[in-house]
């Protein structure tokens, strides 16, 4: 079996005991749901949303809630793994670890799409805007999976820290924002109008984030979980 | 105590007579600027310790770098010294500014690319520091700080041209064309002088703290030792 075959296989396998322990538990996404229904909640009463919104802070709404929510999925995973040294028992399998790195950035970005799948069609219903686009699904899968991807590298350093669940979003914010901002301007385009090739600019900025993550991730994540 | 080393010392006259001599000059010796007047010459400072806090970390990305592959301590001591000086020449660089802004753009604050990049890593340094202080094994510590330092300095640049889609109202003075900061003769010679002195003061600075570090860990681990002794 060649290496890339069996690099591949590995990140599936990964993925795949994420998936059941989730679909068994229902502990992480379901926390997600229902922290982006409150969010949602809240900023509509906090920005009167009823009678000012626009396709900007529609698109705001969506980006900040599903961030929010992503940080608290992405602290569940990791955490998963602490309980009865799991980590410990992933890291003695004599597979690449940045296998195990994507496994686990592939679950968080799933976790993600399901917050999204949920949120798309709330927004259209509460907001008259048309959001389930297939542009916007695009940015949305792009926007998750590099968030995912540097949100996993980081938590698996903050779990091993004294503040654990605190430190994620103090980290991991400052790095994510060329996501959210692009992420952002780009849905608000779609929802006013705008086709995907004039949001063409900020798809790239979404890309060459991802690519960025998956080679930081590839690369350092071996440094963060050897011992 | 271990004793300052000579060269230590002699740089650190040097950077105070560069810094004095800039000063002098800068005060002194360089018109005043057409439209804006006196409140240029915050400028000189201004990209003086803008640039020494890209300096501070750069070093930091680039020995945290060294660290992961070579795992010797002191690789991670200077890592943490980048971040810190480049911490407080940002820092200043974004007050510095902030007074030159008021006048010339009548506000103390603008989302323009080069502010908010700056604010941005001052977070990303914020939070390399809570990282570091969250974790008490030195090992642990030294390689996730490294892979921050790295993760974070990469990430930067995006940001800058992310927000850069906004149109600037930051005048571009290295390689810009237009007219706002034709530098006459004077000016670029105290400019150059400001950024060698700011340059020779980072070194210094780098070396102290370095030094200061070393004498923590003896520190540490005398206690260590007197402790497990006792």
């Known amino acids: 079996m060649t290496p890339l075959v069996n690099f591949i296989r590995v990140t599936i396998d990964i993925l795949r005991k994420d998936l059941m322990l989730e679909w068994r538990s229902r502990e992480q996404v379901g926390g997600m749901l229902v922290f982006a229904l409150l969010a949602i909640l809240m900023f509509n009463f906090a920005l009167e949303l009823e009678s000012s919104w626009t396709a900007g802070i529609v698109a705001g709404v969506l980006w900040v809630t599903l961030v929010f929510a992503g940080t608290i999925g992405l602290n569940q995973s990791m955490a998963a793994e602490k309980v009865n040294g799991c980590f410990d028992g992933l890291l003695l399998a004599p597979v690449d670890r940045s296998a195990i790195f994507f496994g686990k950035a592939l679950g968080n970005t799933l976790s993600m799409w399901v917050v999204a799948g949920f949120l798309m069609p709330l927004l259209a219903v509460l907001y008259p805007v048309n959001i389930l686009h297939g542009g916007i699904v695009l940015i949305i899968v792009l926007g998750t999976l590099g968030y995912s991807m540097a949100g996993t590298l980081l938590a698996a350093m903050t779990i091993q820290t004294r503040a654990r669940d605190a430190l994620l979003p103090i980290l991991l914010f400052p790095l994510a924002l060329p996501v959210l901002l692009a992420a952002v301007r780009s849905t608000g385009m779609l929802l006013s109008g705008f086709p995907l090739t004039d949001a063409r600019f900020w798809v790239d900025m979404l890309t060459a984030f991802d690519v960025i993550f998956a080679v930081l991730g590839w690369m350092l994540f071996d440094y963060v979980v050897e011992e | 105590m271990r004793k300052q080393p000579l060269r230590l010392t002699l740089l650190d006259a040097a950077s105070v007579m560069l810094l004095a001599a800039a000063l002098v000059i800068v005060f002194f010796f360089t018109p005043l600027e057409e439209t804006m007047g006196a409140v240029q010459k915050v400028f000189y400072m201004h990209i003086s310790a803008a640039w020494v806090g890209m300096l501070g970390f750069l070093a930091a990305a680039v020995f945290g770098g060294i660290y992961l592959k070579k795992r010797e301590p002191r690789w991670d001591l200077m890592s ?48 390399y520091q809570m990282l570091r202080r969250g974790l008490d094994d030195p090992g642990r510590r030294a390689r996730y700080s490294a892979v921050y330092a790295l993760a974070g300095f990469v990430t930067v640049p995006l940001t800058f041209f992310s927000i850069r889609l906004f149109r600037t109202i930051h005048p571009v003075v290295v390689g810009g064309s237009s007219g706002m900061f034709a530098m006459d003769k004077p000016m670029l010679a105290a400019f150059f002088l400001c950024l060698a002195a700011f340059t020779v003061l980072f070194v210094d600075l780098f070396w102290h703290r370095y030094m200061l570090g070393r004498q923590i860990d003896t520190l540490e681990t005398l206690e260590a030792g007197s402790n497990g002794g006792s």
């Open chain 2, 80 to 127: 943490e010294t980048g971040v810190e000086i480049g911490l407080v020449f940002t820092l200043v660089g974004i007050v510095s500014g902030s007074i030159w802004a008021k006048p010339v753009w009548n506000t103390w604050w603008t989302w323009d690319p080069r502010l908010t990049t700056s604010a941005v890593m001052v977070l990303i340094y914020l939070a």
